[in-house]
């Protein structure tokens, strides 16, 4: 695609219950990066996935969260259990340089969680 | 984790006036710092700056580096409205190709 995809842009969720955000990196990007951002706050990193490597999950909060990414393009990340400490916005982005520094962001997708 | 502190943490400012706008970073082996505009939700990239005293420039925005102070300078001159944003700066893991961000500048700039 033209840029990159995340969906849905909002969720509200009930604390308890999973959710899965979706991203759609750009085409022939092999970097994807998950970011989460509080109201008010920078990004905080959560997972990074480049090509055929294993992932850095050095970033995620809790064993409640997890990313995959099928086939080198598509990633979805969960959040089981649900908790009201995880509402943020969650920012994808995919880079195709040679250190995949200069990123493209998504528009994120805002979690509420009730 | 290598820090990247940015300042001030928020500017307000009218229209015409020249901003500066501050990046600081510690370092290990340095590649690059990178600068990013986030208007909304989606940062969107601005400069990657890798040599020290070379300045980048797009428009009425530039940007310099300085290794050997380890910190960089992002300009704005004559600024408009739609110049208001968080403006992030960034730089990659030394253990890693990520990106850690700094905390952003609030950039606000009234009529």
């Known amino acids: 695609g033209a840029g990159v995809s995340q969906s849905p842009s909002n969720k509200v969720t009930e604390k308890g219950k999973d959710v899965e955000l979706r991203c759609d990196p750009i085409?022939?990007?092999?970097?994807l990066y998950w970011y989460r951002q509080s109201l008010g706050q920078g990004l905080e990193f959560l997972i990074y996935?480049?090509?055929?490597?294993?992932?850095?999950k050095s970033g995620l909060p809790s064993d409640r969260f997890s990313a995959e990414r099928t086939g080198g393009s598509v990633s979805t990340l969960t959040i089981q259990r649900t908790q009201q400490e995880d509402s943020a916005v969650y920012l994808c982005?995919?880079?195709?340089?040679?250190?995949?520094?200069?990123?493209?962001f998504g528009s994120g997708t805002q979690l509420s969680v009730l | 984790e290598d820090k990247v502190v940015q300042s001030p943490l928020s500017l307000v400012v009218h229209e015409g006036d020249t901003v500066t706008l501050n990046c600081s970073y510690e370092?290990?082996?340095?590649?690059?710092l990178l600068w990013y505009k986030q208007e909304k939700k989606a940062p969107t990239f601005l400069f990657m700056l890798?040599?020290?005293?070379i300045e980048k420039k797009s428009g009425r925005l530039s940007s310099i580096l300085d290794k050997k102070e380890l910190f960089s300078i992002l300009n704005i001159t004559a600024t408009q409205t739609g110049d208001s944003a968080v403006y992030l700066c960034?730089?990659?893991?030394?253990?890693?190709?990520?990106?850690?961000f700094g905390e952003g500048t609030q950039l606000t700039v009234n009529p």
């Open positions: 982005a995919s880079g195709g340089d040679r250190y995949n520094e200069k990123l493209f």
């Open positions: 890798t040599s020290s005293g």
């Open positions: 996935f480049q090509g055929n490597s294993a992932p850095d």
């Open positions: 370092v290990t082996n340095f590649r690059s």
């Open positions: 960034a730089r990659p893991e030394t253990s890693g190709s990520r990106l850690t």
């Open positions: 085409s022939g990007h092999t970097a």
